[in-house]
């Protein structure tokens, strides 16, 4: 398998743009992890622009199938005084795949520095069951260990709509915040452990805030909640919370 880093490492310059060739082993079906295509416009961006400041905000439209040979052409978008927005697409032989659009803000002085969320119920990683078993899921899911806290696995026919999972790259070098982005879209849309058998579902875009400008966690574990709102026509939507060890939320998003 190639690594996370590895990966990101092999990103090469071509003028202005990057390409790479995405191995099967990243692959969702027939088209490649969501995660690692908007990680990958993410690393574009900070390579061209290695001066930028933390990530506050990440907006990924999923357009179309990727896989194979890709290229991403980064483009910084405008840049204030304490914000800059910078964008990537990443465009395979089908045309484009995936357009991201990043916020990056230095810190600020703020009247209020506090979070308004309950802090949620740490279940010990040792009592949990794996959420995706050893050579199940797709080809991707083999770079992560995850583990089930509450709710069902993809597939179970469950009535829950609200599931929590402990996630991690079993790529230990993998902690950035392109990492975390990458991890952050490992569980499927909410409804899916509703199914019985695989039908057509999408969340088509995803919009994430980062609550820290440089997370940290224990050990690469991440404690995700996924939350259905609706389904309807082939659709769905939902918002999700990744929290850290320490039960701080460090990103939401839907």
Same mark, same amino acid.
């Given at each position: 398998?190639?690594?996370?880093?590895?990966?990101?490492?092999?990103?090469?310059?071509?003028?202005?743009?990057?390409?790479?060739?995405?191995?099967?082993?990243?692959?969702?079906?027939? /088209?490649?992890? *969501?995660?690692?295509?908007?990680?990958?416009?993410?690393? #574009?961006? %900070?390579?061209? &622009?290695?001066?930028?400041? @933390?990530?506050?905000?990440?907006?990924?439209?999923?357009?179309?199938?990727?896989?194979?040979?890709?290229?991403?052409?980064?483009?910084?978008?405008?840049?204030?005084?304490?914000? /800059?927005?910078? *964008?990537?697409?990443?465009?395979?032989?089908?045309?484009? #795949?995936? %357009?991201?659009? &990043?916020?990056?803000?230095? @810190?600020?002085?703020?009247?209020?520095?506090?979070?308004?969320?309950?802090?949620?119920?740490?279940?010990?990683?040792?009592?949990?069951?794996?959420?995706?078993?050893?050579?199940?899921?797709?080809?991707?899911?083999?770079?992560?260990?995850?583990?089930?806290?509450?709710?069902?696995?993809?597939?179970?026919?469950?009535?829950?709509?609200?599931?929590?999972?402990?996630?991690?790259?079993?790529?230990?070098?993998?902690?950035?915040?392109?990492?975390?982005?990458?991890?952050?879209?490992?569980?499927?849309?909410?409804?899916?452990?509703?199914?019985?058998?695989?039908?057509?579902?999408?969340?088509?875009?995803?919009?994430?805030?980062?609550?820290?400008?440089?997370?940290?966690?224990?050990?690469?574990?991440?404690?995700?909640?996924?939350?259905?709102?609706?389904?309807?026509?082939?659709?769905?939507?939902?918002?999700?919370?990744?929290?850290?060890?320490?039960?701080?939320?460090?990103?939401?998003?839907?």
């Amino acid at each position: 398998m190639t690594s996370f880093t590895e990966l990101m490492a092999r990103l090469a310059p071509q003028g202005d743009d990057f390409s790479i060739e995405i191995p099967e082993d990243w692959m969702q079906g027939r /088209t490649t992890y *969501g995660g690692l295509t908007a990680a990958l416009c993410l690393q #574009a961006v %900070r390579r061209a &622009f290695p001066t930028l400041p @933390a990530l506050r905000s990440a907006q990924i439209s999923f357009i179309g199938p990727a896989g194979g040979a890709v290229r991403l052409s980064p483009v910084l978008l405008r840049q204030g005084k304490s914000m /800059t927005f910078a *964008g990537a697409d990443l465009v395979s032989e089908q045309g484009i #795949a995936t %357009r991201a659009v &990043f916020a990056f803000g230095a @810190a600020r002085e703020s009247a209020l520095n506090r979070t308004f969320m309950a802090p949620p119920e740490m279940r010990p990683r040792e009592t949990c069951e794996p959420y995706i078993p050893e050579g199940f899921g797709p080809p991707f899911a083999r770079h992560y260990e995850s583990l089930l806290v509450k709710g069902a696995r993809p597939l179970a026919g469950s009535s829950e709509y609200d599931h929590w999972i402990w996630a991690r790259h079993k790529d230990k070098q993998a902690t950035d915040d392109v990492a975390l982005l990458a991890l952050a879209d490992l569980p499927p849309a909410a409804v899916v452990p509703m199914f019985k058998t695989f039908g057509p579902i999408s969340s088509v875009t995803w919009g994430l805030n980062f609550l820290e400008a440089a997370p940290t966690t224990e050990a690469g574990w991440w404690l995700m909640q996924s939350r259905a709102e609706n389904a309807r026509e082939g659709y769905s939507s939902q918002d999700m919370i990744v929290w850290n060890s320490a039960g701080e939320p460090v990103i939401t998003g839907r």
